[in-house]
């Protein structure tokens, strides 16, 4: 199974700086964009100022020199005497020696020479290369009502008239300059006429049209009535005003802003124009009072802040994608090793302990992470060998234990009523075990007709040792009982056998009693064993008292002592081992002595057999399920005595 | 199960808390064969501290009583709370040591 392990991690690492980054970018090109943009309107605006202020110095240049020819001519006009007729001279010679002119009229009031009576303005003008000179005025052409003559005369001003097409030539735009001229008479002056000059604006085109801002932004110059003088498209030219042109375009701002050019105003504005937002400049040109203004889109002047904009994200994103890469292959060959040892991790729990490890090389955690397993795979090896040794081992022990158990358990009798034919006694035993192997024991058997031999002993300790004590002391007993009808003779036999090289001093508490059922006379040892309760039909019970005997298999010499006690009829023994007296409940409480009491009072009456199991009941329920420490074991013996003399 | 010892005089007292069973008489076999090991002759077994002994404890009692004996030492017990002595008594163990009320009797 492939594990995604680094994967997730990997990703998680890349998602994170990935966000980190692009947060960076997004703060920084906002920043970026927004102070650039402002810096690009600026230069824009800038630059759209200089290009303007350019242009209206270039047509000064060329228009300004007209004003100073007409007053330079009308100063000699007016403070000279002269001939009507040198006046054709002067025509010519302002057209001659200005090559930028291309006509020129001097036309007075009519009778200002009486000689040349109503009309008389001599006209010089180009024609072919050639200059050709006459006389204007004559009836069908009333010079007087023309507005180059009128509108000065009137104004008493010089005079710009609107652009024309030249009618009479070349198709060429031109623009006549009218200044009106007086005649002096001592400090009086009067009006005597208007000195015209008309400029050809091809040079006006031209300058206007070499106007290039930003991508399409154009220059315009509109004359003071708004007509288009120059204009990229050539329709507008000369046909349209710019207010017609507004309503056209039903475009209201468009005629504030012709408004205010006419009132001669500079300044920026922006508006949308044939559906573009655009910026506007506009600024007079001082000599004429027309206007120059100049166009370009908005969106233009953003277009390279765009440009770099576009590029930076290209560069960003690709720069992102190479970082993403480069991270996630960073963090995959860094933790790479970490998908090896969870494989390992898992072959360990599958108990393969010499699974190979990534090799690490660095010195840093996963070195130590390395070294960590390297360690506990020693480690778990050695510990599941040692285990596995030590497991058998525990399970031969415990098998063989187990078949000790049974053997040792063999060994005790188990049949009741043990003695059917024999009606002045009934007995009843049982040895509960504990989960080990313990020492306790208990037998009875006759040794003739009428001597019944039973006993009940507690080997110190548990486990093999003590069933093995138990099993030689229960062969001791069987083989020195015979013929043999004391008590203290045969524990001391038993003593010394077991004494005899007990280097372990393992020793058994043991009481042994040999009652003759035909008389009641019972004669016991106890060696060191709690002494049994004897039960009088009555209910009432006495321990045996303590004799001062010590366990047997202790000292060879010892030398136990036989005491006698009578029975009487219906009279009961409870004998046991301290496995009843001291049981434990969970909290190490004890049975006790007076608990037993308490039981055996309480049962008196009842069988042999009964009063045992009432007894185990009782230290069940003292226990409350706590684990059996220690074997039970309980021997209890009715003596009924002699029927017959009962019955009598 | 706690032991802790003491000189006082010629005696090593080895005073006893708890209980002394089957799953830790070797605590006390032990501790009493590092005494021997010590060369200590004369012992004195402080019993106040112990509420219960089983027969694997009793056996370590016997085997130190019959190491002392051996070499003509000393092992007094002393301080027995009721249910330890009764157990004494009913093993008869009472006859063969010697077993004082109070440790200053012991150490006499």
């Known amino acids: ?648 | 199960m706690n032991i802790t010892k003491e000189k006082i005089g010629e005696f090593l007292v080895l005073t006893l808390y708890g209980r002394v069973d089957t799953n830790n008489f070797n605590e006390l076999e032990q501790a009493i064969g590092q005494v021997f090991e010590a060369d200590e002759k004369k012992i004195v077994l402080n019993c106040s501290g112990l509420n219960y002994i089983s027969s694997s404890g009793l056996r370590i009692f016997l085997t130190a009583l019959k190491k002392v004996n051996a070499m003509h030492g000393t092992l007094h017990l002393c301080s027995m709370q009721p249910v330890i002595k009764e157990i004494f008594d009913i093993s008869g163990f009472s006859t063969i040591f010697q077993i004082f009320d109070t440790q200053k009797e012991a150490l006499e």
């Open chain 1, 1 to 648: 199974m492939k594990l995604n392990i680094n994967r997730s991690l990997a990703s998680r690492i890349v998602f994170y700086v990935l966000t980190f980054c692009l947060f960076l970018f997004i703060i920084s090109l906002s920043v970026f964009y927004f102070f650039s943009k402002k810096q690009m309107k600026e230069m824009t605006y800038n630059y759209a100022e200089a290009i303007t202020n350019n242009t209206v110095l270039k047509t000064e240049l060329i228009l300004s020199p007209i004003t100073k020819i007409a007053n330079n001519y009308k100063w000699i006009i007016e403070n000279k005497r002269l001939s009507s007729d040198s006046i054709f001279g002067i025509t010519r010679k302002i057209i001659g020696n200005n090559p930028e002119i291309v006509g020129c009229a001097i036309a007075y009031e009519s009778f200002f020479f009486k000689e040349k009576g109503r009309y008389f303005a001599p006209y010089s003008c180009r024609e072919k290369g050639n200059i050709k000179t006459f006389q204007l005025g004559s009836t069908e052409y009333e010079y007087f009502v023309m507005d180059w003559y009128q509108i000065p005369a009137s104004i008493q001003k010089p005079y710009w008239s609107e652009p024309y097409f030249d009618t009479g030539g070349a198709n060429t735009l031109i623009t006549t300059f009218s200044m009106p001229f007086y005649s002096m008479h001592g400090k009086e002056k009067s009006f005597a006429g208007v000195i015209t000059i008309d400029v050809a604006l091809d040079w006006l085109t031209d300058i206007v049209s070499s106007v290039k801002i930003l991508e399409t932004g154009y220059a315009s110059v509109l004359s003071r009535n708004g007509t288009f003088v120059t204009h990229p498209k050539k329709e507008l030219m000369m046909n349209q005003t710019i207010f017609s042109y507004a309503s056209e375009m039903n475009n209201p701002e468009l005629r504030t802003i012709g408004r205010e050019m006419q009132k001669g105003k500079t300044g920026f504005v922006s508006s949308t124009l044939n559906g573009v937002e655009r910026v506007l400049y506009y600024t007079p040109l001082p000599s004429s009072n027309w206007t120059l203004a100049v166009v370009f889109p908005k969106s233009e002047m953003f277009l390279p802040l765009r440009k770099i904009t576009v590029a930076l994200i290209f560069l960003v994103v690709i720069g992102l994608i190479l970082l993403t890469f480069i991270v996630s292959r960073i963090v995959s060959r860094q933790i790479s090793p970490l998908e090896i040892f969870a494989k390992s991790a898992r072959e360990v729990a599958n108990g393969n302990f010499n699974n190979k490890l990534p090799d690490i090389k660095s010195k840093d955690e996963m070195k130590h992470l390395h070294d960590s397993f390297e360690h506990m795979q020693k480690d778990l090896s050695t510990y599941i060998e040692h285990l596995k040794s030590t497991t058998s081992a525990k399970e031969k022990i415990e098998s063989e234990l187990r078949i000790a158990r049974e053997i040792q358990m063999g060994m005790i009798p188990k049949i009741f009523p043990p003695f059917p034919n024999l009606s002045e006694i009934d007995l009843f035993a049982t040895l509960q075990p504990a989960k080990e192997v313990g020492g306790d024991l208990y037998d009875f058997f006759l040794i003739d007709d009428k001597h019944l031999c039973f006993a009940i002993g507690d080997v110190s300790g548990k486990g093999v040792p003590a069933s093995l004590f138990m099993a030689v002391t229960r062969t001791l007993l069987r083989s020195l009982a015979p013929n043999q009808l004391s008590t203290a003779v045969i524990v001391n036999a038993l003593n010394k056998s077991l004494s005899a090289g007990n280097e372990s001093n393992m020793f058994v508490t043991f009481f042994l009693g040999i009652l003759d059922v035909e008389s009641g006379i019972l004669k016991y040892s106890n060696a060191g064993h709690n002494p049994p309760l004897l039960v009088h039909p009555d209910g009432t019970t006495e321990f045996f008292e303590l004799t001062k005997d010590i366990p047997v298999g202790l000292f060879d010499d010892f030398d136990y002592g036989e005491k006698v006690l009578n029975l009487s009829k219906n009279d009961k023994l409870f004998l046991y081992t301290d496995g009843v007296t001291e049981a434990e409940d969970a909290e190490e409480k004890l049975y006790s002595d007076q608990k037993l009491i308490d039981c055996v009072r309480a049962h008196f009456e009842s069988q042999t057999k009964d009063l045992i199991r009432f007894v185990a009941e009782d230290i069940a329920l003292h226990v409350k399920g706590n684990q059996q420490s220690d074997d039970l074991t309980m021997l209890s013996i009715v003596y009924y005595g002699n029927q017959d003399e009962g019955s009598l």
